[in-house]
């Protein structure tokens, strides 16, 4: 964390430099220069956490927004911390193990407007570690009951979005276009004509993906967020996402938002969640909200080998968040709890992962800071 | 297809509901709160990003294959 501040502040001072500005009378003032012209900046701080009995999931990452003449500039820097206890099935000869594993993640992004209604992004992601706590749990399971080493899973992506306000301060449509090339944690299994050799899956993937978003305000009390999204992943079929948001303004200081979505995938991986959220203005300041979401799909595509597909799973969370805010700084705190559901594993090779796929309780909870120079 | 059914009535809503009424300057104010805002980040932002590791079918855009 002191490494990111201190990248963040040489961040500012070389910009500083180049434009041949002082950098504390930059910061007193907006006022165009003759080099670069510094405009408007944000710094965000989150930290999100995911803990059940036998996982714990804790994510911290600082980002940052920078105008800077045309350009704005915008960087996040993250750790994740995966903490998993490894249960094997009853009956196995493994013995029970826990696990650590820190997961960095690091994008960087620039945006410039075309025309006044029309914006150009590109952001690039790199993640170095295990994408989540599942990868984790089952990186050690084939460590301790094959001895597979130690895999060394990254990801990265670039993403290319337009965006365009046809019809300013009331409808807008956007468009991204997406690549990520990840290795992942290859899947395992005895070969099933020797009986003694082992089989390892492909542990590269690449995924194409692209997007469309309309937005609009349909009278002065809805808005509506509509989104389209297709993703073609390497040795699977594309994959149909949408997803419907819905913003209602019930007084002036009562809210309500919904979600509807879906995605299907061939030729078994169908989904559907929804959820609700009712946010209430306290005083001008504070603001009260609690939501109810539900998710649930038929089970997963499986990537990398046979018995690592996860069965269907039902999902519910109930939400309680407070949010302070003034005109330059907001601050939020909130709380939920998880509950999934999953299928039966069944009676085939993916009975090893009985304990990974298993019912869990989680509590949720978030905190956040953003603050506007 | 399946999909296709279950937000049929989500299209068809939109084209009801989408009355043209007009959006005065003090009705951007309200429409630009955050309780009315879809691309809300940092502390405005209300949902807890690690649960999406147990729901693949609400992945993102810009989320990695991942698998295991």
Same mark, same amino acid.
């Given at each position: 964390?002191k490494?990111t501040?201190?990248?963040?502040? /040489?961040?500012?001072?070389?910009?500083?430099i180049?434009?041949?500005?002082?950098?504390?009378?930059?910061l007193?003032?907006?006022?165009?220069?003759?080099?670069?012209?510094?405009?408007a900046?944000?710094v965000d701080?989150?930290i999100?956490?995911l803990f059940?009995s036998?996982i714990?999931v804790?994510?911290?990452?600082?980002?940052f927004? @920078?105008?800077?003449?045309?350009?704005?500039?915008?960087?996040?820097?993250?750790?994740t911390?995966h903490?998993?206890d490894?249960i094997p099935p009853?009956?196995?000869?493994? *013995?029970?193990?826990?696990?650590?594993?820190?997961?960095?993640?690091?994008s960087l992004?620039?945006?410039?407007?075309?025309r006044?209604?029309?914006?150009?992004?590109?952001?690039?992601?790199?993640t170095?570690?295990?994408?989540?706590?599942?990868?984790l749990?089952i990186?050690?399971?084939?460590?301790n009951?094959?001895?597979t080493?130690?895999p060394?899973?990254?990801s990265?992506?670039?993403?290319v979005g337009?965006?365009?306000?046809?019809?300013p301060?009331?409808?807008?449509?956007?468009?991204?276009? /997406?690549?990520?090339d990840?290795?992942?944690?290859a899947?395992?299994?005895?070969?099933?004509?020797t009986?003694i050799d082992?089989?390892?899956g492909?542990?590269n993937l690449?995924?194409f993906?692209?997007?469309? %978003?309309?937005e609009t305000?349909l009278?002065?009390?809805?808005?509506?967020? @509509?989104?389209?999204?297709?993703?073609?992943?390497e040795?699977?079929?594309h %994959?149909?996402q949408?997803?419907?948001?819905?913003?209602? %303004?019930l007084?002036d200081? *009562?809210?309500?938002?919904?979600?509807?979505?879906g995605?299907?995938?061939n030729?078994?991986f169908?989904?559907?969640?929804?959820?609700?959220?009712l946010?209430y203005?306290?005083?001008?300041n504070? @603001?009260?909200?609690?939501g109810?979401?539900?998710y649930?799909?038929t089970?997963?595509i499986?990537?990398a080998?046979f018995?690592?597909?996860?069965?269907?799973?039902?999902?519910t969370?109930?939400?309680?968040g407070?949010?302070?805010?003034?005109?330059?700084t907001s601050? %939020?705190a909130?709380?939920?709890?998880?509950?999934s559901?999953?299928d039966?594993?069944?009676?085939?090779?993916n009975?090893?992962f009985?304990? *990974?796929?298993?019912?869990?309780?989680f509590v949720?909870?978030r905190?956040a800071?953003?603050?506007?120079? | 297809m399946?999909?296709?059914?279950?937000?049929t009535?989500?299209i068809?809503?939109l084209g009801?509901?989408?009355?043209?009424?007009?959006i005065?300057?003090?009705?951007?104010?309200?429409l630009?709160?955050?309780g009315?805002s879809?691309?809300?980040?940092?502390?405005?932002?209300?949902?807890?990003?690690?649960?999406?590791?147990?729901?693949?079918?609400r992945?993102?855009?810009?989320?990695?294959?991942?698998?295991?």
């Open positions: 964390m490494c501040t201190l990248a963040i502040l /040489g961040f500012y001072g070389s910009v500083m180049l434009s041949g500005q002082d950098f504390a009378s930059s007193a003032s907006n006022e165009p220069s003759k080099g670069l012209s510094l405009g900046s944000s701080f989150e999100d956490g059940s036998d714990k804790i994510d911290s990452s600082i980002s927004e @920078q105008a800077i003449g045309s350009l704005t500039i915008t960087g996040s820097y993250g750790i911390e903490e998993v490894v009853p009956g196995s000869f493994i *013995l029970p193990s826990s696990r650590n594993e820190d997961t960095y993640a690091y992004g620039v945006s410039k407007s075309i006044s209604d029309l914006l150009l992004s590109i952001t690039g992601s790199y170095d570690g295990f994408s989540d706590h599942r990868s749990w990186s050690e399971f084939y460590e009951s094959f001895g080493g130690d060394q899973p990254e990265f992506s670039i993403n337009i965006d365009w306000d046809y019809d301060g009331r409808s807008s449509l956007g468009f991204t276009f /997406g690549y990520s990840a290795r992942i944690v899947g395992v299994a005895i070969d099933p004509i009986f082992l089989v390892v492909d542990n690449d995924t993906s692209g997007s469309v %978003r309309w305000a009278n002065p009390r809805i808005k509506t967020q @509509q989104t389209l999204q297709v993703s073609i992943t040795t699977r079929q %994959r149909v949408f997803r419907s948001d819905w913003a209602f %303004r007084r200081d *009562l809210y309500l938002r919904g979600q509807i979505g995605a299907i995938e030729p078994v169908e989904s559907i969640y929804g959820g609700l959220t946010a203005e306290i005083t001008p504070w @603001q009260f909200d609690v109810y979401r539900y649930e799909d089970g997963e499986n990537t080998n018995n690592t597909a996860a069965p269907g799973v039902v999902n969370e109930i939400s309680a407070l949010l302070w805010k003034n005109q330059n601050i %939020r909130s709380v939920a709890l998880y509950d559901d999953f039966p594993v069944g009676s085939g090779p009975q090893v009985t304990n *990974l796929f298993r019912d869990r309780d949720a909870a905190f800071v953003s603050h506007q120079f | 399946k999909l296709l059914k279950i937000f009535p989500v068809t809503l009801v509901v989408s009355c043209s009424s007009e005065s300057v003090a009705d951007q104010y309200y630009n709160k955050t009315m879809f691309d809300v980040t940092g502390a405005e932002l209300g949902e807890c990003g690690l649960v999406s590791q147990f729901e693949r079918g992945s993102s855009s810009s989320q990695a294959a991942g698998g295991g």
